[in-house]
């Protein structure tokens, strides 16, 4: 099993910064993608950034040139780096890993808890 921590959250004022951090521990054998995702309130959870193993990155448009990620591999750890937060970008966000226990077997998804993102006015 893998357990997924996010971490970081909290209120800040528009054009401040946070920095979330998503941990993921247990058994691991290999951690094929790690993203982040949001969800707002009555809204769908969203894609805001996520990276491959090969290192690739995506993030959702709303957010380029804004946010980065960052990845420890050695700790199994990512890093969403939110800097010119807006009001929008308020929501509960969610890491999600995605794991193989061996290369025979399919990889499977785990989801942290969520931390809470709060941007004021």
């Known amino acids: 099993q893998v357990q997924v921590v996010e971490s970081g959250g909290g209120l800040v004022q528009a054009g401040e910064s946070l920095r979330l951090s998503c941990a993921a521990s247990?058994?691991?054998?290999?951690?094929?993608?790690m993203g982040w995702y949001r969800q707002a309130p009555g809204k769908q959870r969203e894609l805001v950034a996520s990276v491959s193993s090969a290192d690739a990155t995506h993030y959702a448009d709303s957010v380029k040139g804004r946010f980065t990620l960052s990845r420890d591999n050695a700790k199994n750890t990512m890093y969403l780096q939110m800097n010119s937060l807006k009001i929008e970008d308020t929501a509960v966000y969610y890491c999600n890993v995605r794991h193989r226990t061996s290369w025979a077997v399919r990889p499977s998804d785990y989801w942290g808890q969520g931390t809470q993102v709060t941007v004021s006015s």
């Open positions: 247990g058994s691991i054998f290999v951690i094929t993608y």
